[in-house]
């Protein structure tokens, strides 16, 4: 029980608002997020700038994102927006280190 209370330990929970931009592609890769509450859109492009249909893609509750860049330790490759109130639990790329290192 106690290696599962330390990995719990590494996460931060992030509350977000609407259009909140969690990723910006070409930044680098520091964290990992995974969705407990809301939707997130992915683009290629930047969202800032409006919205086009069939241009983005939906992730719901349970995804896992930002886990590419972390693990081939990259730039981003897309950028991250919630649609809606989300709640994220973050990891960051040092911690994920740390957890790697030790299995």
Excluded: H
């Excluded at 349970?62 to 649609?83: C, D, H, N, P, W």
């Amino acid at each position: 029980m106690g290696d599962i209370e330390e990995l719990i330990k590494k996460f931060q929970t992030k509350l977000c608002k609407p259009e909140d931009i969690l990723i910006v592609r070409g930044n680098d890769s520091f964290y990992i997020f995974f969705l407990s509450k809301g939707t997130i859109e992915i683009y290629l492009n930047d969202p800032r700038y409006g919205r086009i249909e069939g241009e983005y893609f939906e992730l719901n509750q349970g995804s896992i994102f930002g886990e590419i860049g972390v693990l081939l330790k990259t730039k981003r490759s897309a950028y991250a927006r919630a649609q809606d109130y989300s709640i994220l639990e973050i990891m960051s790329s040092k911690n994920f280190d740390l957890i790697s290192k030790t299995n």
